[in-house]
Protein backbone atom coordinates (compact mmCIF):
# COMPACT_ATOMS: atom_id res chain seq x y z
CA UNK A 1 0.00 0.00 0.00
CA UNK A 2 1.61 3.72 -0.96
CA UNK A 3 1.79 6.73 1.74
CA UNK A 4 -1.39 8.65 0.70
CA UNK A 5 0.73 11.52 1.81
CA UNK A 6 2.68 10.94 -1.82
CA UNK A 7 2.76 14.79 -3.65
CA UNK A 8 1.70 12.84 -6.97
CA UNK A 9 -1.67 12.76 -5.21
CA UNK A 10 -1.63 16.68 -4.01
CA UNK A 11 -4.03 18.26 -6.53
CA UNK A 12 -6.75 14.82 -5.65
CA UNK A 13 -6.29 15.75 -1.75
CA UNK A 14 -7.09 19.47 -1.62
CA UNK A 15 -9.88 18.87 -3.39
CA UNK A 16 -13.35 19.71 -1.74
CA UNK A 17 -15.61 16.59 -1.62
CA UNK A 18 -12.58 14.60 -2.68
CA UNK A 19 -9.80 14.56 -0.12
CA UNK A 20 -7.96 11.91 1.65
CA UNK A 21 -10.81 9.76 2.40
CA UNK A 22 -11.57 9.59 -1.52
CA UNK A 23 -7.69 9.30 -2.20
CA UNK A 24 -7.57 6.07 -0.31
CA UNK A 25 -11.31 4.43 -1.50
CA UNK A 26 -9.32 4.94 -4.91
CA UNK A 27 -6.32 3.10 -3.21
CA UNK A 28 -8.50 0.26 -2.17
CA UNK A 29 -10.17 0.14 -5.51
CA UNK A 30 -9.76 -3.09 -7.84
CA UNK A 31 -10.76 -2.18 -11.46
CA UNK A 32 -11.14 -4.80 -14.27
CA UNK A 33 -10.73 -3.47 -17.81
CA UNK A 34 -11.61 -5.77 -20.44
CA UNK A 35 -9.57 -4.41 -23.35
CA UNK A 36 -6.75 -2.73 -23.71
CA UNK A 37 -7.40 -0.80 -26.55
CA UNK A 38 -9.40 2.61 -27.75
CA UNK A 39 -11.35 2.79 -24.63
CA UNK A 40 -8.84 0.46 -22.30
CA UNK A 41 -5.81 2.54 -23.28
CA UNK A 42 -7.00 6.08 -21.61
CA UNK A 43 -8.98 4.76 -19.25
CA UNK A 44 -6.46 2.17 -17.74
CA UNK A 45 -3.67 5.09 -17.60
CA UNK A 46 -5.76 8.16 -15.81
CA UNK A 47 -7.08 5.08 -13.56
CA UNK A 48 -3.32 4.24 -12.90
CA UNK A 49 -2.24 7.96 -12.78
CA UNK A 50 -5.40 8.75 -10.30
CA UNK A 51 -3.93 6.45 -7.85
CA UNK A 52 -6.52 3.32 -8.59
CA UNK A 53 -5.20 0.45 -6.28
CA UNK A 54 -5.13 -2.89 -8.68
CA UNK A 55 -6.11 -2.73 -12.43
CA UNK A 56 -6.54 -6.25 -13.98
CA UNK A 57 -6.52 -5.75 -17.64
CA UNK A 58 -7.40 -8.39 -20.25
CA UNK A 59 -6.47 -8.63 -24.16
CA UNK A 60 -5.11 -11.03 -26.68
CA UNK A 61 -4.06 -8.48 -28.92
CA UNK A 62 -0.43 -7.72 -30.76
CA UNK A 63 -0.17 -4.18 -30.90
CA UNK A 64 -0.93 -2.98 -34.62
CA UNK A 65 0.23 0.30 -36.52
CA UNK A 66 -3.84 0.88 -37.16
CA UNK A 67 -4.25 1.20 -33.38
CA UNK A 68 -1.74 4.09 -32.80
CA UNK A 69 -4.32 6.95 -34.04
CA UNK A 70 -6.12 5.98 -30.86
CA UNK A 71 -4.47 3.67 -28.43
CA UNK A 72 -2.33 6.34 -26.97
CA UNK A 73 -0.82 3.67 -24.18
CA UNK A 74 1.23 2.50 -27.39
CA UNK A 75 3.94 4.01 -29.61
CA UNK A 76 4.93 3.34 -33.25
CA UNK A 77 8.20 1.06 -31.23
CA UNK A 78 5.77 -1.09 -29.57
CA UNK A 79 3.83 -2.45 -33.13
CA UNK A 80 3.86 -5.98 -33.19
CA UNK A 81 4.26 -6.72 -29.26
CA UNK A 82 1.83 -7.83 -26.55
CA UNK A 83 -0.50 -4.71 -25.05
CA UNK A 84 -0.57 -6.64 -22.00
CA UNK A 85 3.10 -6.26 -21.71
CA UNK A 86 3.29 -2.62 -22.96
CA UNK A 87 0.50 -1.37 -21.00
CA UNK A 88 2.07 -2.85 -17.64
CA UNK A 89 5.29 -1.43 -18.09
CA UNK A 90 4.00 2.12 -19.36
CA UNK A 91 1.37 2.09 -16.17
CA UNK A 92 3.86 1.29 -13.92
CA UNK A 93 5.96 4.09 -15.64
CA UNK A 94 3.36 6.35 -14.85
CA UNK A 95 2.46 5.32 -11.30
CA UNK A 96 4.49 2.93 -9.99
CA UNK A 97 2.33 2.11 -6.98
CA UNK A 98 -0.62 0.19 -8.61
CA UNK A 99 -0.65 -3.09 -9.28
CA UNK A 100 -1.55 -4.04 -12.32
CA UNK A 101 -2.46 -8.04 -13.14
CA UNK A 102 -3.02 -9.28 -16.98
CA UNK A 103 -4.69 -11.92 -18.52
CA UNK A 104 -4.09 -13.24 -21.83
CA UNK A 105 -7.45 -14.34 -22.49
CA UNK A 106 -10.81 -13.58 -24.18
CA UNK A 107 -13.48 -12.73 -22.39
CA UNK A 108 -16.77 -15.55 -23.21
CA UNK A 109 -19.67 -16.33 -21.12
CA UNK A 110 -17.61 -19.42 -20.18
CA UNK A 111 -14.72 -17.30 -18.57
CA UNK A 112 -16.53 -14.14 -17.58
CA UNK A 113 -17.66 -14.66 -13.96
CA UNK A 114 -14.57 -16.06 -12.93
CA UNK A 115 -12.88 -12.70 -14.38
CA UNK A 116 -15.31 -10.12 -12.91
CA UNK A 117 -15.05 -11.84 -9.43
CA UNK A 118 -13.22 -10.08 -7.03
CA UNK A 119 -13.21 -6.39 -8.39
CA UNK A 120 -15.16 -3.40 -7.60
CA UNK A 121 -15.61 -1.74 -11.19
CA UNK A 122 -15.74 -3.67 -14.49
CA UNK A 123 -15.00 -1.71 -17.53
CA UNK A 124 -16.73 -2.47 -20.74
CA UNK A 125 -13.47 -1.51 -23.12
CA UNK A 126 -14.93 -4.25 -25.59
CA UNK A 127 -15.66 -4.10 -29.31
CA UNK A 128 -18.23 -7.09 -29.63
CA UNK A 129 -21.62 -7.92 -28.33
CA UNK A 130 -20.77 -11.33 -27.10
CA UNK A 131 -18.42 -10.00 -24.43
CA UNK A 132 -20.81 -7.41 -23.67
CA UNK A 133 -23.77 -9.38 -22.76
CA UNK A 134 -21.28 -11.85 -21.07
CA UNK A 135 -20.04 -8.62 -18.89
CA UNK A 136 -23.46 -8.25 -18.06
CA UNK A 137 -24.71 -11.20 -16.96
CA UNK A 138 -21.42 -12.03 -14.92
CA UNK A 139 -21.50 -8.48 -12.83
CA UNK A 140 -25.33 -8.97 -12.52
CA UNK A 141 -24.59 -12.75 -11.11
CA UNK A 142 -21.77 -11.02 -8.37
CA UNK A 143 -23.44 -7.62 -7.94
CA UNK A 144 -21.09 -5.60 -9.64
CA UNK A 145 -21.18 -2.37 -11.33
CA UNK A 146 -19.85 -1.96 -14.83
CA UNK A 147 -19.02 0.84 -17.05
CA UNK A 148 -20.50 0.76 -20.61
CA UNK A 149 -18.81 2.55 -22.98
CA UNK A 150 -19.11 2.27 -27.16
CA UNK A 151 -17.99 4.05 -30.07
CA UNK A 152 -18.67 4.67 -33.71
CA UNK A 153 -16.92 6.97 -36.57
CA UNK A 154 -17.78 10.66 -34.73
CA UNK A 155 -20.04 9.55 -31.62
CA UNK A 156 -20.09 7.62 -28.17
CA UNK A 157 -22.13 6.27 -25.56
CA UNK A 158 -21.53 5.26 -21.62
CA UNK A 159 -23.45 4.62 -19.36
CA UNK A 160 -23.36 2.44 -15.42
CA UNK A 161 -24.85 -1.00 -15.68
CA UNK A 162 -26.13 -3.61 -13.17
CA UNK A 163 -25.67 -1.03 -10.49
CA UNK A 164 -28.15 -2.04 -7.46
CA UNK A 165 -31.15 -0.58 -8.05
CA UNK A 166 -30.07 0.23 -12.00
CA UNK A 167 -30.96 -1.07 -15.36
CA UNK A 168 -28.91 -3.80 -16.84
CA UNK A 169 -27.43 -3.83 -20.37
CA UNK A 170 -30.07 -6.29 -21.15
CA UNK A 171 -32.96 -3.65 -19.82
CA UNK A 172 -31.49 -1.68 -22.65
CA UNK A 173 -30.84 -3.83 -25.04
CA UNK A 174 -32.54 -6.96 -24.56
CA UNK A 175 -31.66 -8.69 -27.66
CA UNK A 176 -28.16 -9.13 -29.06
CA UNK A 177 -28.15 -7.72 -32.65
CA UNK A 178 -27.73 -9.93 -35.13
CA UNK A 179 -24.63 -11.29 -36.87
CA UNK A 180 -23.27 -8.28 -39.11
CA UNK A 181 -25.82 -6.07 -38.59
CA UNK A 182 -23.74 -3.54 -36.41
CA UNK A 183 -20.96 -2.65 -38.22
CA UNK A 184 -17.37 -2.64 -36.70
CA UNK A 185 -14.67 0.32 -36.25
CA UNK A 186 -12.34 -1.49 -38.63
CA UNK A 187 -15.08 -1.38 -41.34
CA UNK A 188 -16.74 1.31 -40.83
CA UNK A 189 -13.96 3.82 -39.12
CA UNK A 190 -12.98 5.88 -35.99
CA UNK A 191 -11.94 9.42 -35.11
CA UNK A 192 -8.92 8.60 -32.78
CA UNK A 193 -10.23 11.39 -30.25
CA UNK A 194 -13.54 9.54 -29.62
CA UNK A 195 -12.46 6.49 -27.56
CA UNK A 196 -10.10 8.93 -25.80
CA UNK A 197 -12.93 11.08 -24.88
CA UNK A 198 -15.24 8.08 -23.91
CA UNK A 199 -12.60 5.97 -22.09
CA UNK A 200 -11.94 9.30 -20.17
CA UNK A 201 -15.88 9.19 -19.24
CA UNK A 202 -15.72 5.34 -18.30
CA UNK A 203 -12.72 6.26 -15.85
CA UNK A 204 -14.53 9.12 -14.55
CA UNK A 205 -17.65 6.77 -13.62
CA UNK A 206 -15.18 4.51 -12.29
CA UNK A 207 -13.87 7.06 -9.81
CA UNK A 208 -17.14 8.02 -8.98
CA UNK A 209 -18.40 3.92 -7.61
CA UNK A 210 -14.76 3.75 -6.18
CA UNK A 211 -15.17 6.88 -3.90
CA UNK A 212 -18.86 7.50 -3.85
CA UNK A 213 -18.62 10.86 -5.26
CA UNK A 214 -21.25 12.57 -7.60
CA UNK A 215 -23.99 10.59 -9.17
CA UNK A 216 -22.66 7.73 -11.50
CA UNK A 217 -24.41 7.19 -15.09
CA UNK A 218 -26.83 4.39 -13.61
CA UNK A 219 -30.22 4.78 -15.07
CA UNK A 220 -28.62 7.09 -17.88
CA UNK A 221 -27.36 6.75 -21.07
CA UNK A 222 -24.96 9.40 -22.07
CA UNK A 223 -24.81 9.98 -26.07
CA UNK A 224 -21.94 12.28 -27.61
CA UNK A 225 -21.91 13.72 -30.68
CA UNK A 226 -18.37 15.18 -31.18
CA UNK A 227 -19.59 17.20 -34.87
CA UNK A 228 -22.23 18.64 -33.36
CA UNK A 229 -20.03 18.59 -30.25
CA UNK A 230 -23.05 17.65 -28.23
CA UNK A 231 -24.06 15.78 -25.39
CA UNK A 232 -26.95 14.67 -23.75
CA UNK A 233 -28.28 11.90 -21.62
CA UNK A 234 -31.54 9.93 -21.66
CA UNK A 235 -33.09 8.21 -18.87
CA UNK A 236 -32.70 3.77 -19.48
CA UNK A 237 -35.33 2.06 -16.78
CA UNK A 238 -35.24 -0.56 -15.12
CA UNK A 239 -37.10 -2.92 -17.00
CA UNK A 240 -39.22 -5.77 -14.86
CA UNK A 241 -39.51 -8.04 -18.18
CA UNK A 242 -35.37 -7.86 -18.01
CA UNK A 243 -34.38 -11.71 -19.29
CA UNK A 244 -31.86 -10.88 -16.63
CA UNK A 245 -32.47 -8.48 -14.08
CA UNK A 246 -36.26 -8.60 -14.13
CA UNK A 247 -38.81 -9.66 -11.93
CA UNK A 248 -40.94 -11.65 -14.68
CA UNK A 249 -38.38 -13.69 -16.26
CA UNK A 250 -38.31 -15.94 -18.97
CA UNK A 251 -37.92 -19.19 -17.75
CA UNK A 252 -34.10 -20.29 -18.51
CA UNK A 253 -31.62 -17.68 -19.00
CA UNK A 254 -30.42 -16.90 -22.77
CA UNK A 255 -27.43 -17.49 -22.14
CA UNK A 256 -26.82 -20.56 -19.85
CA UNK A 257 -28.27 -22.64 -22.83
CA UNK A 258 -25.05 -22.32 -24.84
CA UNK A 259 -22.71 -25.40 -23.82
CA UNK A 260 -19.45 -24.66 -24.10
CA UNK A 261 -17.28 -27.63 -25.28
CA UNK A 262 -13.71 -28.22 -26.13
CA UNK A 263 -13.00 -30.06 -29.40
CA UNK A 264 -12.00 -33.21 -28.20
CA UNK A 265 -15.39 -33.61 -26.03
CA UNK A 266 -17.37 -32.18 -29.44
CA UNK A 267 -15.15 -35.36 -31.20
CA UNK A 268 -16.63 -37.34 -28.38
CA UNK A 269 -20.27 -36.69 -28.75
CA UNK A 270 -20.05 -37.00 -33.08
CA UNK A 271 -19.26 -40.78 -32.11
CA UNK A 272 -22.46 -41.09 -29.99
CA UNK A 273 -26.29 -41.01 -31.28
CA UNK A 274 -27.23 -37.99 -30.54
CA UNK A 275 -24.79 -36.36 -32.47
CA UNK A 276 -24.87 -32.52 -32.87
CA UNK A 277 -24.68 -30.97 -36.28
CA UNK A 278 -21.64 -29.08 -36.69
CA UNK A 279 -22.51 -25.38 -38.05
CA UNK A 280 -19.26 -23.64 -39.59
CA UNK A 281 -19.53 -20.11 -39.49
CA UNK A 282 -16.62 -19.04 -41.01
CA UNK A 283 -16.17 -17.21 -44.60
CA UNK A 284 -15.89 -19.63 -47.83
CA UNK A 285 -12.31 -19.06 -48.31
CA UNK A 286 -11.28 -20.03 -44.54
CA UNK A 287 -13.80 -23.19 -45.36
CA UNK A 288 -11.68 -24.18 -48.34
CA UNK A 289 -8.39 -24.33 -46.46
CA UNK A 290 -9.45 -26.39 -44.19
CA UNK A 291 -12.99 -27.91 -42.82
CA UNK A 292 -14.22 -30.64 -40.77
CA UNK A 293 -15.86 -33.06 -43.52
CA UNK A 294 -18.70 -33.96 -40.93
CA UNK A 295 -19.40 -29.76 -41.24
CA UNK A 296 -22.13 -27.60 -43.08
CA UNK A 297 -21.11 -24.50 -44.35
CA UNK A 298 -23.13 -21.38 -43.21
CA UNK A 299 -20.89 -17.84 -43.23
CA UNK A 300 -22.22 -15.65 -39.72
CA UNK A 301 -23.67 -12.76 -42.32
CA UNK A 302 -25.69 -15.47 -44.05
CA UNK A 303 -26.97 -17.25 -40.91
CA UNK A 304 -30.18 -15.41 -40.81
CA UNK A 305 -31.21 -16.03 -44.28
CA UNK A 306 -30.47 -19.78 -43.65
CA UNK A 307 -31.63 -19.98 -40.00
CA UNK A 308 -35.28 -21.60 -41.82
CA UNK A 309 -33.77 -24.48 -43.29
CA UNK A 310 -32.44 -25.46 -40.19
CA UNK A 311 -34.37 -27.82 -37.10
CA UNK A 312 -34.56 -25.92 -33.45
CA UNK A 313 -35.04 -29.11 -32.18
CA UNK A 314 -32.02 -30.48 -33.33
CA UNK A 315 -28.38 -29.78 -31.57
CA UNK A 316 -26.18 -27.84 -33.15
CA UNK A 317 -22.06 -27.39 -32.21
CA UNK A 318 -20.92 -23.40 -33.67
CA UNK A 319 -17.65 -23.83 -35.42
CA UNK A 320 -15.42 -20.74 -36.75
CA UNK A 321 -11.87 -20.18 -36.56
CA UNK A 322 -10.94 -19.37 -32.57
CA UNK A 323 -14.52 -19.47 -31.25
CA UNK A 324 -15.25 -15.64 -31.31
CA UNK A 325 -17.95 -15.76 -34.48
CA UNK A 326 -19.34 -19.32 -32.95
CA UNK A 327 -20.33 -17.56 -29.72
CA UNK A 328 -22.48 -14.31 -31.59
CA UNK A 329 -23.81 -16.72 -34.01
CA UNK A 330 -25.07 -19.32 -31.11
CA UNK A 331 -26.07 -16.25 -29.02
CA UNK A 332 -28.11 -15.51 -32.48
CA UNK A 333 -29.61 -18.79 -32.82
CA UNK A 334 -30.26 -19.19 -29.13
CA UNK A 335 -32.82 -15.81 -29.76
CA UNK A 336 -34.11 -17.64 -32.40
CA UNK A 337 -35.75 -20.49 -30.65
CA UNK A 338 -33.03 -22.95 -30.67
CA UNK A 339 -31.93 -24.58 -27.83
CA UNK A 340 -29.79 -27.15 -28.07
CA UNK A 341 -26.64 -25.11 -28.87
CA UNK A 342 -22.69 -25.17 -28.15
CA UNK A 343 -20.14 -23.68 -28.81
CA UNK A 344 -17.00 -25.14 -30.29
CA UNK A 345 -14.53 -23.11 -27.97
CA UNK A 346 -10.88 -22.85 -29.54
CA UNK A 347 -12.54 -22.96 -32.89
CA UNK A 348 -10.95 -25.20 -35.95
CA UNK A 349 -7.39 -23.88 -34.92
CA UNK A 350 -7.55 -25.71 -31.45
CA UNK A 351 -9.64 -28.49 -33.11
CA UNK A 352 -6.28 -28.76 -35.06
CA UNK A 353 -3.69 -28.74 -31.90
CA UNK A 354 -6.01 -30.96 -29.91
CA UNK A 355 -7.89 -33.57 -31.73
CA UNK A 356 -6.55 -33.51 -35.69
CA UNK A 357 -3.20 -32.69 -36.04
CA UNK A 358 -3.34 -33.18 -40.13
CA UNK A 359 -5.89 -30.21 -40.60
CA UNK A 360 -3.68 -27.21 -41.38
CA UNK A 361 -3.70 -24.55 -39.60
CA UNK A 362 -4.19 -21.01 -40.82
ZN1 LIG B 1 -31.92 -5.89 -16.93
Redesign the pocket.
Known amino acids: MYDLSDPRYARQLVLRGFGPAAQEQLANGRVLIIGAGGLGSPAATYLAAAGVGTITLVDTDVVDVTNLHRQLLYTTADVGRRKLEVARERLALINPHVVVHTHDTRLSAANAATLVAGHDVVIDATDNFPARYAINDACLAHGIPFVYGSVARFDGQVSVFAAPGG?????LFPVMPEPGTVPTCAEEGVLGVVPGMIGLHQATETIKLLTGIGLPLVGHLLLVDLLAQDSHRIAVA??HD?P???DVRPSSLPSMSIQHLNPADVAALLAGDDAPIIIDVREPWEYDLVHLPVSTLVPLNTLASKASDLDPSRSYALLCHHGMRSEMAANWMMQHGFSRLINIDGGIDAWSMDVDPALPRY
Open positions: PCYRCKRCTCG
